[in-house]
T-cell receptor, first 119, second 112 residues
Framework: GAVVSQHPSRVICKSGTSVKIECRSL??????MFWYRQFPKQSLMLMAT?????????EQGVEKDKFLINHASLTLSTLTVTSAHPEDSSFYIC???????????????FGDGTRLSIL | GESVGLHLPTLSVQEGDNSIINCAYS??????FIWYKQESGKGPQFIID?????DKRQGQRVTVLLNKTVKHLSLQIAATQPGDSAVYFC???????????FGSGTQLTVLP
């Protein structure tokens, strides 16, 4: 079954609308979650690292005031695209990383993505 | 806006043949590598991983090979099936960092 649940799967809305995307870790407590953006036929581009109980870390070139991230619990991170415009249309994907153990890093598990279309 | 003009490398194989997908990584400090499969409209799905203290790891129908000397990773799929058609991404990271760096991806098409 799904390890990471992402909702909604698709959003179509008017320019200027703010859109919230939820990412839930179902099988483990995730102190760290990640948000990616993917354009057609391209790879995943990391936007930000979401840390439970603290501020998100944004990659260079990603506007933190545009893409608001909240990681209020160990199983939920949200990404809000504020005042969305057509250029924000893309496929947004979240992932959750299991806690680090003595074995080192474990694979991130991904949600099924959110297709955002701004008209 | 969206970038245009970039195309994924493609690989077409006959059903039943073996597939080999290659990936070059750049960071010699990377010590953990993962292969993901992404079907259209879905998120990446974990296939297999390997740590830098190994050079080969096998799963069900899949094998990952790691050559640290030339910073090269490959994914071998045995007896490729139509359901294997997807985009395959390699990803790397360092134990000190949680962030993954993804490769450009390869579109695998299985021909009947």
């Amino acid at each position: 079954g799904a390890v990471v649940s992402q909702h909604p799967s698709r959003v179509i809305c008017k320019s200027g609308t703010s859109v919230k995307i939820e990412c839930r870790s179902l099988d483990f407590q995730a102190t760290t979650m990640f948000w990616y953006r993917q354009f057609p036929k391209q790879s995943l581009m990391l936007m930000a690292t979401s840390n439970e109980g603290s501020k998100a870390t944004y990659e260079q070139g990603v506007e933190k005031d545009k893409f608001l991230i909240n990681h209020a619990s160990l199983t939920l991170s949200t990404l809000t695209v504020t005042s969305a415009h057509p250029e924000d249309s893309s496929f947004y994907i979240c992932s959750a990383a299991p806690p680090l153990t003595g074995l080192g890093n474990q694979p991130q598990h991904f949600g099924d993505g959110t297709r955002l279309s701004i008209l | 806006g969206e970038s245009v003009g970039l195309h994924l490398p493609t690989l077409s194989v006959q059903e039943g043949d073996n597939s080999i997908i290659n990936c070059a990584y750049s960071n010699s400090a990377s010590d953990y590598f993962i292969w993901y499969k992404q079907e259209s409209g879905k998120g990446p799905q974990f296939i297999i991983d390997i740590r830098s203290n190994m050079d080969k790891r096998q799963g069900q129908r899949v094998t990952v090979l790691l050559n640290k000397t030339v910073k090269h990773l490959s994914l071998q799929i045995a007896a490729t099936q139509p359901g294997d058609s997807a985009v395959y991404f390699c990803a790397e990271n360092r134990q000190a960092a949680r962030q993954l760096t993804f490769g450009s991806g390869t579109q695998l098409t299985v021909l009947p």
